[in-house]
T-cell receptor, first 118, second 113 residues
Framework: DVKVTQSSRYLVKRTGEKVFLECVQDMDHENMFWYRQDPGLGLRLIYF???????EKGDIPEGYSVSREKKERFSLILESASTNQTSMYLC?????????????????FGPGTRLTVT | EDQVTQSPEALRLQEGESSSLNCSYTVSGLRGLFWYRQDPGKGPEFLFT???AGEEKEKERLKATLTKKESFLHITAPKPEDSATYLCAVQPILTGGGNKLTFGTGTQLKVEL
């Protein structure tokens, strides 16, 4: 089974703090993703990475950055946390194109981090 | 722009009362449509992938179907443990790569005894 883990289930930070959210997957997946989920808005993609040290902006990258130094680990960084970044943050991974065919695009999610910024 | 609309937003069923959830989508070219289940406070759990119109997949009391414009998640004789939010997502065929999913906002299902 694919396992995606996230560093914290719950996190409370103050406005202006630098926040690090970490995600680790154990299935040698090429692609990793960071989403945020808010009531009524669904899941929105912040950033994704299709290889080590490679990253691409998603739909809402403002106020966030990412780091992928190793294949299994993808970090989301809030440079200066603000109250409007209070949300559920979800990490996902997928195998990526290759021998697995279309199933390579299935994304598997971690348990989420509920971040509150006060 | 890719769009996914799920209906209804919320559904309350009695145990054993079968029903269907709808996912309508617009996408320039569909690579795959994905169904997930999400329990409160947890990450989405992968259920099914559908790739072409006419395809069907089943898992226990759930059956997912796909047409060129929508997908249905049929729930047969549901039990209280089927209560969750069900999410639908589409992945378009993009030139130049990319692996992004566009999600709907989900249907919140509650099954009562």
């Amino acid at each position: 089974d694919v396992k995606v883990t996230q560093s914290s289930r719950y996190l409370v930070k103050r406005t202006g703090e630098k926040v690090f959210l970490e995600c680790v997957q154990d299935m040698d997946h090429e692609n990793m993703f960071w989403y945020r989920q808010d009531p009524g808005l669904g899941l929105r993609l912040i950033y994704f990475s299709y290889d080590v040290k490679m990253k691409e902006k998603g739909d809402i990258p403002e106020g966030y950055s990412v780091s992928r130094e190793k294949k299994e680990r993808f970090s989301l960084i809030l440079e200066s946390a603000s109250t409007n970044q209070t949300s559920m943050y979800l990490c996902a991974s997928s195998l990526g194109p290759g021998l697995a065919g279309l199933a390579a695009y299935e994304q598997y999610f971690g348990p989420g981090t509920r971040l509150t910024v006060t | 722009e890719d769009q996914v609309t799920q209906s209804p937003e919320a559904l309350r069923l009695q145990e054993g009362e079968s029903s269907s959830l709808n996912c309508s989508y617009t996408v320039s070219g569909l690579r795959g449509l994905f169904w997930y289940r999400q329990d409160p406070g947890k990450g989405p759990e992968f259920l099914f992938t559908l790739y072409s119109a006419g395809e069907e997949k089943e898992k226990e009391r759930l059956k997912a179907t796909l047409t060129k414009k929508e997908s249905f998640l049929h729930i047969t004789a549901p039990k209280p443990e089927d209560s969750a939010t069900y999410l639908c997502a589409v992945q378009p065929i993009l030139t130049g790569g990319g692996n992004k999913l566009t999600f709907g906002t989900g249907t919140q299902l509650k099954v009562e005894l």
